[in-house]
């Protein structure tokens, strides 16, 4: 059975399935809950310092759906955690000290003075918690006071903050990012800077996610008036797997310790962004969603592909994936692939036809042999294999690549062995001379 022991920054858990900070972690209860279900580690609710925050008393969670109403995102405008600090503090000394073989991880959130945070960190040391996280992420309520986003934004604040946390504790300093930032390797080079023993990402994206037409506000509603808030959930994974990707290929932060946030839902999910170069994964909305027991699924399947694979431990496929990231220009312009419709399965729905004739290359005709029937037309299929997204019968319509020196029947061009890219193609007024043989 493979390992799926789990060491992230010197922080070890038996698995790397994490519960994000989020309500779900916000007690004791919940959080001894969470590990006897099997969860490998948690990061507990936001700590700030001072009076706790006031959370409104009413609506806190908009959300997007599917056509079978299956979850596919959330929009939280819930602060940090508005119990006591104190309260907090002895809750997670208590779950340690119970649970040592399990990582514990305490997000802070404080105003961006030196002494605030050398404080706060002071208290949480005593707890003998694993490690802090800094939640430079939070995109609504605490960021309108100069924390959350509003420190994930200026990459200055970020190296600063962090310094002055390496500076006054010796546990692991985890910094969290925002993905609300034109281009996240900043902020990560700026946490690398400080000194950060790893970041996480990404946080909630800045969202509404729909209007209530009866009450014209956006949802939730509160007393008939909405706000902005956080949007976590499935829908957000493409853009935290990229996000991921891009700090694991940049040149400056290469290598740093990366734990994945962002629509966690399966193993499968895990998977891919620790394939992408992430160390680990923190899962929220899946929890939030269908309770802390889908760890058991997430574990058992992770456990399962490894098998099948042949990896021993998880470190074996971590960043596997990552020198197979790169930008558009070093794409092979030679690759020529087709699609290819397997009539047994087909059946005849006629949605590739109408994607293909109404918004594509007009490459899929509606009849064979004069009757109803899908086939490709490779005099004018690009292989942009947009029929295989909107077909509904998995593995019905692939991409078929052709063979170097065969024909390409839409250009009349044979297919060339010869890896080429746009900085070298003859179209590109920039291009470079290819090396000599």
């Given amino acids: 059975m493979a ?3 789990n060491s992230f920054v010197g ?3 038996p698995n790397p399935f994490w519960l994000a900070s989020a309500p779900p972690t916000d007690k004791e209860y919940n959080v001894v809950r969470a590990f006897q279900a099997g969860w490998g580690g948690v990061v507990w609710k936001t700590l700030g310092d001072g009076d706790p925050v006031v959370n409104v008393n009413g609506p806190r969670y908009g959300a997007t759906h599917g056509k079978d109403r299956s979850l596919t995102g959330f ?3 819930e602060l940090i955690t508005d119990r006591p600090l104190q309260l907090n503090l002895q809750e997670i000394k208590r779950v340690k000290k119970a649970w040592p073989d399990r990582a514990l991880v305490v997000s802070l959130m404080v105003a961006c003075e030196e002494e605030n945070w050398a404080n706060i960190l002071k208290l949480v040391e005593e707890t ?15 960021s309108e006071r100069g924390m959350g986003s509003a420190v994930g934004q200026v990459p200055d604040y970020i190296e600063m903050v962090t310094r002055w946390c390496k500076k006054h504790t010796r546990m692991p300093v985890i910094v969290k990012l925002t993905p609300n930032i034109t281009d ?3 902020p990560a080079r700026a946490a690398k800077k400080g000194g950060a023993d790893a970041v996480s990402l990404i946080n909630t994206v800045n969202s509404i996610t729909s209007v209530n037409l009866d009450l014209m ?3 939730p509603t509160v007393d008939g008036k909405g ?3 956080g949007y976590c959930g499935p829908a957000v994974k493409p853009m935290a797997l990229n996000m991921v990707a891009e700090i694991a290929r940049d040149a400056e932060t290469r290598g740093l310790p990366i734990s994945g946030i962002g629509g966690v839902t399966t193993w499968r999910d895990a998977a891919e962004f620790m394939a992408l170069g992430a160390g680990n994964v923190q899962v929220c909305t899946a929890a939030m969603t269908y309770g802390f027991r889908i760890v058991e699924e997430m574990i058992s399947g992770l456990s399962d592909w490894m098998d099948e694979k042949g990896y021993a431990s998880i470190d074996q496929f971590i960043g596997r994936a990552v020198p197979n990231v790169t930008d558009w220009k070093f794409l092979n312009l030679n690759y020529i692939a087709k699609a290819h419709i397997d009539q047994d399965l087909c059946i005849k729905c006629g949605r590739c036809h109408i994607a293909c004739e109404d918004t594509s290359h007009q490459a899929i005709s509606a009849t064979i042999a004069g009757k109803r029937g899908f086939e490709v037309i490779e005099a004018e299929c690009v292989g942009c294999n947009l029929c295989v997204n909107v077909c509904p019968v998995e593995g019905c319509i692939t991409m078929e690549p052709m063979a170097s020196g065969t024909v390409d029947p839409r250009t009349g061009r044979p297919v060339e062995a010869a890896y080429a890219n746009w900085t070298t193609h003859p179209n590109n007024p920039n291009r470079v001379a290819m090396p000599a043989e």
């Fill in 227 to 229: 706000t902005h808030g």
């Fill in 3 to 5: 390992d799926l022991s």
């Fill in 217 to 219: 506000a956006p949802e």
């Fill in 184 to 186: 996240i390797r900043y």
């Fill in 11 to 13: 922080i070890k858990s």
């Fill in 128 to 142: 003998e918690a694993d490690g802090v996280e800094l939640n430079f992420g939070c995109p609504h309520g605490m």
């Fill in 75 to 77: 929009n939280n405008i």
